[in-house]
Nanobody, 127 residues
Framework: QVQLVESGGGLVRTGGSLRLSCVTSGRTSSGYAMGWFRQAPGEVREFVAVISWEGRSSYFADSVAGRFTISRDNAKNTVYLQMNGLKPEDTAVYYC????????????????????WGQGTQVTVSS
């Protein structure tokens, strides 16, 4: 079992920045690709970004590419989502998730590819 805890959400103005963190723990918390998803009220959960276990490969949704970056520190069991140039449409609950492998983009953007999920952290961007 792997536990994931997100933090770093909050209220920010348009154009501002936030850095989300996700700390993993558990007996088998190593070796996972880590992704971020988000869900706005009344919307389906959507893919944001994912990073491989080694941190060498990553994918981003078109809506955040060039504004968001993803990184990880395996020594700290932590993955980060740096969000710059935030827009009101980025408002959502952000979830981190762990996947046992790192595959093609079309696979990693699907929520079903992930085994473990955090509880989410709220990000609100005011206009």
């Amino acid at each position: 079992q792997v536990q994931l805890v997100e933090s770093g959400g909050g209220l920010v103005r348009t154009g501002g920045s936030l850095r989300l963190s996700c700390v993993t723990s558990g007996r088998t918390s190593s070796g996972y690709a880590m992704g971020w998803f988000r869900q706005a009220p009344g919307e389906v959960r959507e893919f944001v970004a994912v990073i491989s276990w080694e941190g060498r490969s990553s994918y981003f949704a078109d809506s955040v590419a060039g504004r968001f970056t993803i990184s990880r520190d395996n020594a700290k069991n932590t993955v980060y989502l740096q969000m710059n140039g935030l827009k009101p449409e980025d408002t959502a609950v952000y979830y981190c998730a762990a996947a046992s492998g790192f595959y093609y983009y079309d696979t990693m953007r699907l929520s079903g590819s992930y085994t473990y999920w955090g509880q989410g952290t709220q990000v609100t961007v005011s206009s």
